[in-house]
């Protein structure tokens, strides 16, 4: 066969290769400058000015200040939110201290309490009374200004931001009927209202990778956008009407949804496109992000500091430059490496690369035809192509800020894809309407409902899945590790020696793990009586009481890990409910237990207390209408293979203050001793010393195994854990606690009593099981 021909470099005469790199560089130097310039100005105010010279003594002023965002609720323990605790963006305009009066205008973080902050607007002026602080390293404000009492509203808010608030409060009105997890959802994935998010469905989405959906984009400002070039062609408007019309819409729009970094880089760049589509220009999405990013770095360069807004360029930019090349790889059949649309074809046709040209037509042929691999239909290649773009692109600035990669997230992002355009506008159509006709608005919200519902269930489905998030080195080192796998990646794959040698290696890895692993090592193990949960520092374990039903005694700190325990071993029935005490670290997680499961009653303790635990409790339990009932000594129920005893507290016994407060909540504990047919467990509750006494003098006991009281501090009774004759030990425990749990005391004392300690701060859930006749421990791993 003859070696084939060497085609020279073509360049035509007379015609040097553009010094391309040469432009770049001096357009990015000249770019860096400006950036670097703007942002040493804006420190230079912020730094200097009678605002951070009161800051750095901490002086306590009196204060007028325009809003320039929503008040925030601040979150708290457990991912909820402190209803009375807010955070929110202001401008301060006026300083009033002892030394006299002076103007100012610089912008500040805002820390305040109290329900008077929850239904105030941008552009409201108010007078407060606090005291400065200096801002976080790093943070582009003046000061935080740490509010005492309520504000004094000076002023209403302007008319644009009140028919703004006008319509986001309506929303959330009209998404009253539908069920709590979409009420919170629909209003965030619209105009980013999250004050109604449920925990657990923001956790879900953002394992899912769909974190974006109630964050609003430019994906929401393009289906608004898109909805008015439509009606405004329906109604026969020119070219430029119709760019002036999608102009306003996304205008408004972003006042509707408060301009976050993700909508003002969605705004810009929508701008852009809508003056080329009225002026007939070409559209060039590149170079229209590129402006933008430097518009925005220019005059809001703290934007520099925020993930939401590198991740919007970042997905931005894949599905720019990316998602073409992959989308026409999936579909067109003659896609071609070299030449076509792409830069490198581009170069080639100007004669500044070498340029392989074959003048053979192709001939077409059996064999040929046969073997080349099959094509989606476009729409589906587009489908596939945008949000696995988008992924990858995104990926750097995930591991960068979480350690973590999530390989579920182009299918959980590919088949929500059909429910977002429809959730959104008709939530923003419900928006409008609210105001005026409430009736219309419920009307458009219930299919809305079905649109997040949908969203929803993909999400918890997607981070149920095994494995739907990798750990992986954080901050610049795993981004470097990321590199250092895409640059060994990229030439293995392109080079078709070696392509199906690595692709079979990667499957057969994937198949390994998850297939063979999930196998061999099932969670829940078959058959479990018993598992406790781990959920820091904390109590949540939950007694076998047949298919698909558990017992739950406490719920833990958290409601997104309880809930996601929970969902693990496949509970969605709890017949009974024990909370041992009213401290945070056992019901703060409440509602983790009852969302989307039915609780049949709540049994608590005797000790009634005035704190915010007991009161969360009570509130949850009215809000849902569960029974609740007070433990009493005696008390038995039989779920499935469980039998429950509650042993304590005794009601009729004076309170056992022990050491302090903490210590007379600790000593009410409700304790259980659950009986199954190969053995028994002891649930101590948080008793200390004074309690467990006490227990012994009133009741004897033997158990297999103990969980291990006050998650084994080092009050204990040695007579009590001795008359217990236990085997095994289980310690619900959080890594690294402040509290010295368990303390070194405790577990020298159960290694002297025979008894083997289980540990979830080393060995994560722990299950009980039967085994030849008796009972073991199971551990599922951290």
């Known amino acids: 066969m003859a070696e084939p021909r060497r085609w020279p470099r073509v360049r035509r005469p007379g015609v040097r290769p553009s010094p391309v790199w040469r432009n770049v560089t001096v357009a990015t130097l000249i770019c860096a400058a400006a950036v670097s310039a703007s942002v040493a100005f804006r420190i230079q105010a912020l730094t200097t000015g009678p605002a951070a010279e009161l800051a750095a003594k901490g002086s306590s002023i009196t204060a007028r200040i325009a809003l320039t965002d929503d008040p925030r609720r601040r979150a708290s323990g457990g991912g909820r939110f402190n209803q009375d605790s807010y955070v929110v963006r202001a401008t301060l305009e006026i300083i009033q201290t002892a030394g006299g009066r002076q103007a100012v205008s610089v912008p500040i973080t805002v820390f305040a309490g109290g329900r008077d902050w929850s239904g105030l607007l941008p552009s409201q002026h108010l007078e407060v009374t606090g005291r400065l602080a200096k801002a976080t390293p790093g943070d582009l404000v003046a000061a935080v200004l740490l509010v005492r009492g309520p504000p004094r509203v000076l002023t209403p808010p302007s008319q644009l931001q009140t028919v703004a608030g006008s319509l986001r409060s309506g929303l959330r009105t009209a998404a009253d009927i539908l069920p709590p997890d979409q009420r919170g959802l629909l209003p965030g994935l619209v105009v980013g209202d999250v004050s109604r998010m449920d925990p657990q469905v923001a956790s879900d989405l953002r394992e899912a990778g769909m974190n974006h959906l109630h964050a609003v984009s430019g994906a929401n400002l393009a289906i608004v956008a898109g909805a008015t070039l439509a009606i405004s062609r329906l109604i026969g408007l020119s070219l430029p009407m119709r ?349 983790g237990v009852l969302r989307n499961r039915r609780v049949g009653a709540v049994v608590v303790s005797p000790q009634r207390t005035e704190g915010r635990a007991h009161a969360h409790v009570s509130v949850t339990l009215g809000q849902r209408r569960i029974p609740e009932w007070t433990a009493v000594p005696g008390s038995r129920w039989r779920f499935g293979p469980s039998e429950l005893s509650v042993l304590a507290p005794d009601p009729s016994m004076s309170e056992m203050h022990g050491q302090g407060e903490g210590s007379t909540i600790n000593n009410s504990s409700v304790v259980l001793h659950v009986r ?107």
């Not at 500091?305 to 059949?333: E, H, K």
């Not at 959920?535 to 739950?552: C, E, H, K, N, T």
């Not at 405790?746 to 025979?754: K, S, V």
Request: aromatic share 6%.
């Open 243 to 591: 760019a002036g019309f999608a102009a306003i819409a996304m205008l408004a729009f972003a006042v509707v949804a408060r301009p976050s970094p993700s909508v003002l880089r969605a705004l810009l760049m929508g701008l852009v496109a809508a003056v080329a589509l009225g002026t007939g220009r070409a559209r060039d999405g590149f170079a229209a992000l590129s402006a933008t990013v430097l518009l925005l770095m220019l005059f809001a360069p703290e934007l520099a500091r925020s993930y939401g807004f590198a991740l919007s360029v970042a997905a931005t930019a894949g599905i720019l430059i990316l998602a073409p090349r992959w989308r026409d790889r999936l579909s067109s059949a003659d896609a071609e490496e070299e030449g076509g649309d792409s830069p490198v074809g581009r170069r080639a046709e100007e004669g500044s690369v070498p340029v392989r040209r074959t003048f053979d037509p192709p001939v077409a042929s059996p064999g040929r035809d046969a073997g080349r691999p099959y094509r989606f239909p476009r729409w589906v290649a587009e489908a596939v192509a945008v949000p696995a773009a988008a992924q990858v692109a995104v990926t750097p600035v995930l591991v960068l800020m979480s350690g973590q990669l999530t390989p579920v997230a182009v299918l959980a992002n590919l088949l929500v894809t059909p429910a977002v355009a429809p959730a959104t506008l008709l939530g923003f159509g419900a928006a409008l309407v609210a105001p005026l006709w409430p009736d219309a608005a419920s009307l458009l919200v219930i299919p809305a409902g079905y649109a997040v519902g949908w969203i929803i269930a993909v999400a918890g489905w997607a981070v149920d899945l095994p494995f739907a998030t990798l750990p992986w080195p954080s901050g610049l080192l795993g981004v470097a590790l990321l590199g250092l796998v895409v640059a060994i990646a990229i030439p293995v794959l392109r080079h078709r020696v070696w392509r199906a040698p690595a692709l079979t290696v990667a499957g057969a890895a994937l198949v390994t793990v998850l297939v063979v692993r999930p196998v061999a090592g099932p969670w829940p193990p078959k058959d479990w009586l018993m598992v406790m949960c781990d959920v820091g520092q904390g109590d949540g374990l939950v007694i076998a009481a047949g298919p698909g039903r558990g017992v739950v005694v406490d719920a833990g700190p958290d409601p997104i890990v309880m809930d996601r325990c929970l969902r693990r071993i496949g509970v969605d029935d709890v017949p009974l409910l024990v909370l041992t005490h009213p401290h945070a670290d056992h019901v703060d997680g409440l509602t």
């Open 676 to 782: 199954w047919r190969a053995g028994s467990i002891l649930l101590g509750g948080d008793l200390e010393t004074e309690a467990q006494e006490e227990l012994l003098r009133r009741v004897r006991v033997r158990a297999d195994i103990l969980k291990t009281p006050h998650h084994g501090s080092n009050r204990q009774s040695p007579a009590f854990l001795a008359s217990l004759g236990v085997r095994a030990a289980l310690i619900s425990v959080g890594a690294g606690n402040d509290y010295g749990h368990p303390a070194p005391s405790t577990l020298a004392l159960l290694r002297r009593l025979g008894a083997i300690t289980y540990r979830t701060d080393r060995s994560g859930d722990l299950a009980v099981v039967e085994r030849d006749g008796g009972l073991a421990v199971v551990a599922r791993g951290p």
